[in-house]
């Protein structure tokens, strides 16, 4: 549980008394955020005869080299909208400093333009949604029901946690649902290779990261993965969720085995045995996710390592993140702050981070490795308009063993001298 003090404190785990203060939650709120934000991906994507209400192409406003199409869903901007909804509803004045990748303005197909939104009620917001979904009252009231219902989580460690972030220093990125694409196109029997899927709803995420607003720093962030696995009879589909949370020495992630560890850098503390084997197995065991749109060069470069294709970049990430493989890099200037900042808070947790690319190359190659070029999420493009603004130049590297993104870099300086 959380209060929010006088002093506008966040006091993340055991509730504090303080006289005269609000109660809100605590980091929970960010899990219950992305929760519901599964629920309202799940009910879109499980209800077919509604689902195409809600498909609309998107404007064309840049060219995106590495998908097919690009789509805006009302699933999309609902779930935007929700998490902005309950997380300034728990700390009120957060949702000014809450940014994302959509608009939240939806045209229907008779053309009108319906701001969306969620409203004080559940019948208001039912009839806003009905609005966007051509009248269609059963799903408005369908979806609206999601968007008013209380998400219940047991989560013992988030429990166990104890800190204090001052709310005045915070600001969220959100992707509401990465991998839009696969989400759109469904695929429901993709198979996984060494647990990694190259397509399919597995490769949807939701991302929520919040950064420090002075220094740009990612500090705790919510991966959630609506798709995980589905029932053979009823065909329902059940999700997972990872956070983390790196700020002022402390490091923990739902990964970890033990949060009274939190303090500690966490390389050799998550229980993950994949990761243990390739620390103990050296170099040999090296391996990278991209893009099967990469440049030719650096597939090339990663040749001798394991390497895997995935589709989404939160999904890539989350790959990092798990130790199914030791980087996601991409070379190019295709992902945004809202796709790396929640999955970047979580690496740090893990002892690891995620860094700008070209800039990395760059200082390697010059011989200066003191200080690597992490991502920050509060400096726009200089220069750039609209999306550009806030995408990553550099491309980047995710990663979680700092001996790991040496070790690959210096393979790739080799390759491209």
């Known amino acids: 549980m959380v209060k929010l003090g006088d002093q506008g404190w966040w006091r993340l785990g055991i509730l504090a008394q303080i006289p005269g203060s609000q109660d809100v939650r605590s980091l929970t709120a960010l899990v219950h955020a992305s929760e519901k934000s599964a629920n309202i991906a799940r009910a879109c994507k499980q209800e077919e005869a509604l689902f195409g209400f809600w498909c609309r192409r998107k404007k064309a406003t840049r060219k995106i080299r590495n998908f097919v199409s690009d789509f805006k869903t009302l699933a999309d901007v609902l779930v935007q909208e929700v998490i902005k909804h309950d997380m300034g509803k728990k700390f009120p004045g957060l949702e000014d400093h809450i940014f994302g990748e959509e608009s939240n303005e939806f045209t229907n197909s008779l053309g009108e333009k319906i701001k969306v939104g969620v409203c004080a009620t559940e019948e208001d917001t039912a009839e806003l949604l009905s609005k966007v979904l051509n009248g269609n009252m059963t799903a408005a009231e369908l979806l609206a029901s999601i968007v008013h219902r209380d998400v219940s989580i047991e989560d013992p460690a988030l429990e166990k946690l104890t800190t204090e972030i001052p709310q005045d220093t915070m600001a969220l990125w959100v992707d509401p649902i990465d991998s839009t694409f696969q989400y759109i196109k469904g ?107 990469e440049s030719e060069s650096i597939k090339s470069a990663l040749s001798m390592l394991r390497l895997y294709y995935a589709a989404g970049a939160g999904y890539k990430s989350l790959c990092a993140v798990q130790g199914f493989v030791s980087v996601y890099l991409l070379s190019e200037d295709t992902t945004f702050k809202w796709d ?25 190659k010059l011989g200066n490795l003191d200080e690597l070029p992490e991502l920050v999420y509060n400096t726009p ?31 790739i300086s080799s390759v491209n001298p």
């Open 381 to 411: 493009v200089n220069g750039a308009t609209g999306a550009d603004r806030w995408a990553n130049k550099g491309g980047l590297v995710a990663y979680r063993c700092r001996k790991h993104l040496d070790t690959i870099m210096n393979i």
């Open 187 to 293: 695929y429901a029997d993709e198979k996984s290779k060494d647990g990694i899927y190259s397509k399919g709803l597995q490769c949807v995420t939701i991302l929520i990261g919040v950064y420090n607003r002075s220094s740009g720093l990612p500090i705790m962030g919510v991966i959630n993965q609506p798709f995980v696995t589905r029932d053979p009879d009823s065909l329902r589909w059940s999700g997972q969720y990872f956070w983390g949370l790196s700020y002022k020495g402390i490091n923990i992630c739902s990964l970890q085995t033990d949060v009274n560890a939190a303090t500690q850098p966490a390389d050799d503390q998550v229980d993950v045995s994949r990761q243990k084997e390739e620390m103990q197995d050296g170099d040999d065991n090296l391996s990278a996710v991209i893009s099967t749109s």
């Open 340 to 364: 790396c900042c929640a999955p970047h808070a979580i690496l740090k947790s893990l002892g690891g981070g995620m860094v700008d690319f070209r800039e990395c190359l760059k200082r390697r």
